[in-house]
């Protein structure tokens, strides 16, 4: 019988807040052999990465503590370790690539300073061997030129180039474990496959156990060996990768699993898991994902159920599992708390009856490039190089490539956040491309962006009344105090936050709901087109699908008209009318959204296309 890398067994991990404790892990147990892949899934505030975090020896800071359990590796316990071992097992037989590798690389070091401190701190090795041994590292990850990037900075690299350095660095003392915390969701879907490639590459070689942590459920699929979902603290199923897609049983699996956003659903509102994840401090006697069920019956919320193994080595702690509780005379479906999703509908319109909001012609955007001491220029980065792009009214334009094509600086280019090189921009049959700044605020009124990071986009010293009430006063001066308010209000219940929000900061919100925020801001001044950078790619598929359906029913209520930048092209498959591939600055692919997917004709399109993980279809009873 193996003996697991890894055995996590029974973990409790806690941390003192103002509000009491927070119970983030709550006895999770799972393990992982060598070579394999455990993926774990769920919502944000599930509490997966605190688990990957107490596995690698990283909450014991004075507020977050381990309050029970056992971490075995290879056998051995490691919380009974001093802190002098645990540092030799951190970053040398247990390693971690972070979330986001620009925060978690550091700015003021070269990235050849950064890995080869590894090598001199676990290995011993002297600095010409650790550097050698660095740069035959950056090649197995693929990094251009590794003897020249060797001196670089973080700031000087792509976001893929810096990931592939992160994955170099947990890699380079070859780890019994890696943990991989959303290795790749702010990447495109050909970098992630490279990403995700590289990962399984390097862990055949050297034979390591890898912890997945992601909200890709495609990714997991094509990708893990087990799965363990997680809600409130617990795993509430766990199953063979494979098994599980095509037959999850707990109702939480199987509503993430309905959210996710394709050509299968399109023309429909997405499934929705109403209400959010409870706060660490204050979870259900029960079972913890009571008053979001659409199946939760009388006693769930009092009785907590236990994961107990069901067949083909799938366990799910879910009481429609326990005959026991069934047998209780407590099973009685109860009145259900959460919104009905509604029926499946139409919300599309054929694109060829639609006029014209919006059109781009031949537009560029260069940005020079100087030298010397007096900064003579020398050259230009063409990162819009004469684009033609057209918006019908109510409909949505989807454009996409990978990160460093121009996306979002076409986007800026066309509202005026940036000022174009070239080319000519027309709004409503009225140009745009040289309106003053008097005309330019006339047109900002009706043109609004929504920014990819809910996080960055809001003043975290702002109020929401005032973050939305500030594009108000600038945009409607005519308005009075009160009128402002009253709009403010009403712009807040349309996206599905209340009057009760008015006096709350940002961080006083979940993603999802700081995304609403960012939304009403847009909506508040009545625009006819909105730019959705990338609104949606950081967020849980749960919160994405209903920030999805959010935007289809104003486009469906309002008529109006977005332009889509993004990299998920299943969010692209479910949302646009029509699409844009973008590469080098240029359009190198455009047509409707079917026509496209069914028979791309370019060969990068193609490359996009073969890169998206799939998913079998998802369980409907």
């Not at 990465?49 to 596995?55: C, D, F, H, N, Y």
């Amino acid at each position: 019988m193996k003996t697991p890398v890894i055995e996590i067994k029974g973990l409790r991990t806690y941390f003192r807040t103002p509000r009491g404790v927070a119970k983030a892990v709550d006895g999770v147990t799972l393990s992982i052999n060598r070579g394999e892949t455990f993926a774990l899934v769920g919502e944000s505030g599930c509490g997966k990465s605190v688990t990957a975090l107490s596995a690698i020896q990283l909450v014991e800071n004075g507020a977050g503590y381990i309050a029970g359990g056992d971490i075995l590796l290879h056998g051995q316990s490691i919380l009974t370790l001093n802190e002098k071992e645990k540092r030799a097992i951190r970053g040398n037989r247990i390693s971690m690539i972070f979330q986001e590798p620009m925060t978690s690389l550091n700015p003021v070091f070269t990235i050849g300073e950064q890995i080869t401190e590894v090598l001199k701190l676990h290995q011993g090795l002297k600095s010409t061997e650790a550097k050698r041994v660095a740069v035959e590292m950056f090649a197995k990850v693929k990094l251009p030129n590794p003897k020249e990037l060797f001196t670089e900075y973080p700031h000087r690299l792509s976001g893929g180039m810096r990931q592939r350095v992160m994955i170099a660095i947990a890699l380079c003392c070859k780890p019994d474990l890696l943990i991989a915390d959303e290795p790749t969701t702010a990447l495109d879907v050909t970098i992630q496959d490279e990403i995700i490639g590289l990962i399984q590459e390097l862990q055949a070689e050297l034979g390591s156990a890898v912890l997945l942590i992601t909200h890709n459920m495609a990714l997991v699929y094509q990708n893990a060996d087990h799965v363990g979902v997680m809600y409130g603290g617990k795993i509430v199923e766990t199953a063979p990768a494979r098994f599980l897609f095509r037959n999850p049983l707990h109702p939480y699996t199987i509503k993430l699993l309905r959210s996710i956003p394709g050509r299968t659903n399109r023309g429909t509102e997405l499934e929705t898991i109403p209400g959010a994840v409870p706060a660490a401090t204050s979870y259900a006697p029960g079972c913890r994902f009571s008053g979001r069920c659409d199946r939760e019956m009388e006693g769930c919320e009092f009785k907590e159920p236990e994961l107990k193994e069901h067949d083909f080595e799938q366990s799910v702690a879910c009481h429609l599992f326990d005959p026991g509780f069934m047998a209780s005379g407590l099973a009685v479906p109860k009145m259900q708390t959460g919104r009905k999703i509604a029926a499946a509908h139409d919300i599309t319109a054929p694109i060829d009856k639609r006029d014209e909001l919006l059109r781009v012609e031949k537009l560029k955007t260069y940005y020079p490039v100087r030298k010397g001491l007096f900064r003579r220029t020398v050259g230009y980065v063409k990162a819009v190089d004469g684009i033609d792009l057209e918006v019908k009214r109510g409909s949505t334009l989807a454009l996409v490539g990978e990160s460093g094509c121009g996306k979002t600086t076409a986007g800026k280019s066309i509202i005026r956040l940036i000022q174009p090189s070239g080319g000519s921009l027309w709004f409503n049959g009225t140009e745009i491309s040289k309106l003053s700044e008097r005309g330019l605020k006339r047109f900002r009124s009706k043109a609004q962006i929504i920014f990819q990071d809910p996080y960055s986009s809001l003043n975290p010293r702002m109020i929401v009344k005032n973050i939305i009430g500030e594009g108000i006063k600038t945009l409607a001066p005519e308005l009075s105090k009160k009128e402002r308010l009253d709009r403010t209000v009403e712009t807040l219940e349309r996206v599905g936050l209340g009057a009760e929000t008015l006096n709350r900061y940002p961080h006083e919100f979940s993603g999802g709901q700081r995304q609403r925020i960012g939304i009403a801001r847009a909506l508040a001044v009545d625009p006819e087109f909105i730019i959705c950078d990338e609104a949606v790619s950081a967020l849980d598929v749960s919160v994405q699908a209903q920030i999805l359906n959010l935007l289809k029913s104003i486009q469906r209520d309002f008529g109006i008209s977005y332009l889509f930048i993004t990299h998920d092209l299943g969010v692209v498959e479910y949302i646009a009318d029509e699409v844009a591939v973008m590469f080098n600055g240029k359009i190198v692919e455009y047509g409707p959204t079917e026509e496209l997917f069914k028979n791309p004709t370019n060969d990068y399109t193609k490359k996009l296309l073969d890169a998206i993980p799939a998913l079998p279809p998802a369980k409907t009873d």
